[in-house]
C-alpha cells in the first residue's frame, strides 16, 4: 500500500493533464468516453421514447433528423472508434509486452488532446441546433439542401480523425519495437493482434475519411464542384468515398472487442485458444479484406450492377475469417474448465451476439435481399447486433476483467453478473424486434409510423429502457468498489498474459524488471490458481 | 545505420539530394505543363500519369526517405500505395461498367 504506483505518483491535477503515461492517458480518454456514452444516450433514448406510439408526439420530424444523427455520429466517432484502443488499448498494450510506455508517449496525450478538441467542436455544431443529415452526410443533401451545422460537426469529426491516426501509428510501432525479450509475434496475446490489424485500418483508412469532409466541406462553402452534378462532380463519388472509409471503419469497432474476448475465453475456460495462428491471422485478413466490400452499402444508390455483384461476392469473403474466430472461440470452450464470472459472461454475450449480427451482414450482402431490407430497421438491428451487442459487452467485459489491474480494487461480483445479465437480456429485447420490424417493412429515420408496427416498438422501447439501467449499474457498483472494494492483487483470475505479472496498480513505468518471456501465450496448464472466487 | 548524416556545422545547408530532387521534380513539373499542350491525342492521359508516377516515387524516395529505410517500413509504404489502388479498382469498377 504504501508503494507508489502510477496513481498515486503525483496527485496534482496538473499531473493528469500534462501526463505523457500511457495509463493515465487511457484513464483520461475513459472519463471523456463516459461523458460522450452518456450523451449519444440520451439521444437514443428520445428516438426510442418518440417511437413508443406511431404518431408524432415527442418532438418534430426535424427534430427527430437531428437527434439520430447526433446519436450515430457521437456513437460511432466519439465512443466507438475510440472505446476499446484508446481506453484498455491504452492501458494494456504496453504492459501486456512489457514495455514502459507507448513508442510515442507524448504522441499518446497529443491525441487525447485532439480528440477533445474534435469533439468540443462537434457538441458546439449539436448545441448549436445540430445536423440533420445522419451520420452518413450523403450528398448532395449535405452539400446542397441542408440548413445545419454540417461544416461544423464536419470540422470535428476531421479533428477527431487524426486522433484516431496517431493512435494507430502509435500502436503499431509499439507492437513492432517494444515487445520484450523473448515475446516473439506468435507469442503475442491475441489482443495485441487483434489491435494491430485496428491500428491498419486506422492508419490507412482515416486519411481517406478526412479527405473526403474536406471536399464536402469545400463543396458546401465554396461550390467547388466534386459531388454536383451539375458542376461536373459525381454524387455517388461521395459514397465511395465515404463508405471506403466507413466500412473498414465498422471493423475498427469490432475487431479489439474480438481480442478481448479472446483473453476472456481463454482465462475462464482456463485453456490455450484452439487455433492461436488461425485467429492471429484471421484479423489481419479482416483487415485486409474490410477494404474490398465497401460497395455492399450502395446496392440501391445506382451504382453499377457489375459493381453490385463484385462487392456482393467480396462481402461473403469477408464472412470467412469472422466464422473462423466464432468456430475457434466455441472450441476453445470445448473440453474447458468453464467459471462463469462477470467477464466470462460479457464474452459468451459477445460470441452469440456478434454470430447474430454478422449473419444478418450477409443476409444483407445478398443483392435480392438487400433491395427489400435496405433502409429499414433490419439493416439498424444487424449492426446494434455487432456495435452494441458485440462491441459494447466486450468494452464491459473488459472492464471488468482488468478493472483490478487498472484501478488496485476488486469490484462486487455478484453485482456485476447482474448487470451482465440484465444487459444481455434488455439489449435483446430492445434489438430484436427490430429485425422482424425491418422485415416486415418498417423504415430508419421517420418520427412515425403506421399503427401496425407500434407493438414490436413498444417492445424496443421497453428493451431501451432496461438497457438504460443494466449500463448505469456498473457506474455505481464500480464507483463503489473504487472506494471500498477489496485491494486487488497482483493477478487475481490466475491469468497469462506479463500485464499479469506486476502489481496492480501498476508503479509508474510498469515493471519493476524487465520482463523475459519464456513460455507460449495462454499457457493455462501452467497458469496460477485463481485467487478470487 | 546508414541513416542520413547531419551537418556537423552550426551553418544549416540544405542536402543537396533535396536540392537536386527538388529541381528534378520541377523539371517534371515543366515537362506535364509542355507536353499537355502538344496534340498527342490519346497518349496525353499516359504521358501525364507515367510523369506523376515519377514524381511519387521521387518524393516517396528521397522526400521521404524511404531509400535509406528497412524493410518493414517500405512495405507499409507499399501498402498505402496498394489500399490507393483498391479504392481506385474498385471505385472505378462502378463509373465504368455503368449502363
Ligand atoms: C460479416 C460481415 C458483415 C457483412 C457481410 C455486413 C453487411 C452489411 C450490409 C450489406 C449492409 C448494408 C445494408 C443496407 O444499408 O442496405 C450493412 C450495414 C451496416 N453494417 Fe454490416 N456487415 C458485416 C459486419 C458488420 C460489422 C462488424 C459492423 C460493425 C461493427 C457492421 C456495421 C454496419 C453498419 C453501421 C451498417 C449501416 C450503416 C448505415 O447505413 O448507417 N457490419 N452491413
Ligand atoms: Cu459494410
New interface residues.
Given amino acids: 500500500m504504501t508503494e507508489k504506483n502510477y496513481l498515486t505518483d503525483d496527485y496534482r491535477l496538473v499531473s493528469w493533464f500534462t501526463t505523457t503515461d500511457h495509463k493515465r492517458i487511457a484513464i483520461l480518454y475513459f472519463a471523456t468516453l463516459i461523458v460522450f456514452f452518456f450523451i449519444g444516450g440520451a439521444a437514443a433514448t428520445l428516438i426510442r421514447l418518440e417511437l413508443a406510439t406511431p404518431g408524432p408526439d415527442v418532438v418534430s420530424a426535424d427534430t427527430y433528423n437531428r437527434l439520430f444523427t447526433m446519436h450515430g455520429i457521437i456513437m460511432v466517432w466519439f465512443f466507438l472508434i475510440p472505446s476499446i484502443p484508446n481506453t484498455l488499448g491504452n492501458f494494456i498494450v504496453p504492459l501486456m509486452i512489457g514495455a514502459r510506455d507507448l513508442a510515442f508517449p507524448r504522441l499518446n496525450l497529443a491525441s487525447w488532446y485532439l480528440f477533445v478538441l474534435g469533439g468540443c467542436i462537434t457538441l458546439y455544431a449539436i448545441f448549436m441546433g445540430g445536423v440533420d443529415t445522419g451520420w452518413t452526410l450523403y450528398t448532395p443533401f449535405s452539400t446542397l439542401y441542408s440548413n445545419s451545422y454540417v461544416s461544423v460537426a464536419v470540422t470535428g469529426i476531421f479533428i477527431a480523425g487524426f486522433s484516431s491516426i496517431l493512435t494507430g501509428l502509435n500502436f503499431?510501432v509499439t507492437i513492432?519495437k517494444l515487445r520484450a525479450p523473448g515475446l516473439t509475434w506468435y507469442r503475442l496475446p491475441l489482443f495485441i493482434w487483434t489491435l494491430y490489424a485496428t491500428s491498419?485500418i486506422l492508419v490507412?483508412?482515416t486519411p481517406?475519411l478526412a479527405i473526403t469532409l474536406v471536399l464536402l466541406a469545400m463543396e458546401r462553402l465554396f461550390g467547388v464542384g466534386i459531388f454536383d452534378p451539375r458542376i461536373g462532380g459525381?454524387p455517388?463519388?461521395f459514397q465511395?468515398?465515404f463508405w471506403?472509409y466507413s466500412h473498414p471503419a465498422v471493423y475498427i469497432m469490432i475487431l479489439p472487442g474480438m481480442g478481448v474476448v479472446n483473453e476472456l475465453i481463454a482465462c475462464y475456460a482456463r485453456k490455450k485458444i484452439f487455433g492461436y495462428k488461425f485467429v492471429a491471422w484471421a484479423s489481419l485478413a479482416i483487415a485486409a479484406a474490410g477494404?474490398?466490400v465497401?460497395?455492399h452499402h450502395?446496392f440501391v444508390s445506382?451504382?453499377?450492377?457489375?459493381?453490385s455483384l463484385?462487392?456482393s461476392f467480396m462481402s461473403f469473403i469477408v464472412a470467412v475469417p469472422s466464422a473462423i474466430k466464432v468456430f475457434n472461440w466455441t472450441a476453445t470452450l470445448h473440453k474447458g474448465t468453464i467459471r462463469f464470472d462477470a467477464p466470462m459472461l460479457y464474452a459468451l454475450a459477445f460470441v452469440g451476439l456478434f454470430t447474430i449480427g454478422g449473419l444478418t451482414g450477409l443476409f444483407l450482402a445478398c443483392l435480392a435481399f438487400d433491395v427489400y431490407a435496405t433502409d429499414t430497421y433490419f439493416v439498424i438491428a444487424h449492426f446494434h447486433y455487432i456495435m452494441v451487442g458485440g462491441m459494447v459487452t466486450a468494452y464491459f467485459g473488459g472492464l471488468h476483467y482488468w478493472w483490478p489491474k487498472i484501478t488496485g480494487r476488486m469490484y462486487p461480483e455478484y453485482w456485476a453478473r447482474g448487470a451482465a445479465i440484465l444487459i444481455f437480456f434488455g439489449f435483446n429485447l430492445t434489438f430484436f424486434p427490430q429485425f422482424i420490424l425491418g422485415a416486415e417493412g418498417m423504415p430508419r429515420r421517420y418520427h412515425v409510423y403506421a399503427p401496425e408496427f407500434q407493438v414490436w416498438n413498444v417492445l424496443s422501447s421497453g428493451g431501451a429502457s432496461i438497457l438504460a439501467v443494466a449500463y448505469l449499474l456498473p457506474m455505481f457498483y464500480l464507483g463503489f468498489s473504487l472506494f471500498f472494494g477489496a485491494r486487488a492483487p497482483a493477478n487475481p483470475w490466475g491469468a497469462t498474459g506479463l500485464e499479469w505479472r506486476t502489481s496492480s496498480p501498476p508503479p509508474r513505468l510498469n515493471f519493476d524488471q524487465q520482463p523475459v518471456v519464456t513460455e507460449d501465450p495462454y499457457d493455462y496448464a501452467h497458469a496460477p490458481e485463481p485467487q478470487h472466487v | 545505420m546508414s541513416g542520413i548524416r547531419r551537418p556537423k556545422s552550426r551553418i544549416w545547408r540544405p542536402s543537396t539530394d533535396l536540392v537536386l530532387c527538388w529541381i528534378g521534380l520541377l523539371t517534371l513539373l515543366g515537362l506535364t505543363v509542355t507536353l499537355s499542350y502538344q496534340p498527342l491525342a490519346s497518349f496525353n492521359f499516359p504521358v501525364a500519369m507515367t510523369i506523376a508516377a515519377i514524381k511519387a516515387g521521387l518524393v516517396a524516395a528521397i522526400f521521404m526517405e524511404l531509400r535509406h529505410r528497412s524493410g518493414v517500413v517500405c512495405a507499409f509504404a507499399a501498402a498505402g500505395f496498394f489500399w490507393l489502388a483498391i479504392l481506385l479498382w474498385l471505385g472505378l469498377m462502378d463509373f465504368l461498367t455503368r449502363v
Avoid at chain 1, 445506382?302 to 459493381?307: C, W, Y
Fill in positions: 503499431i513492432h491498419v490507412l483508412a481517406v459525381d455517388l463519388l465511395h468515398l471506403f477494404f474490398l465497401w460497395g450502395m445506382g451504382q453499377s450492377l457489375t459493381a463484385v462487392f
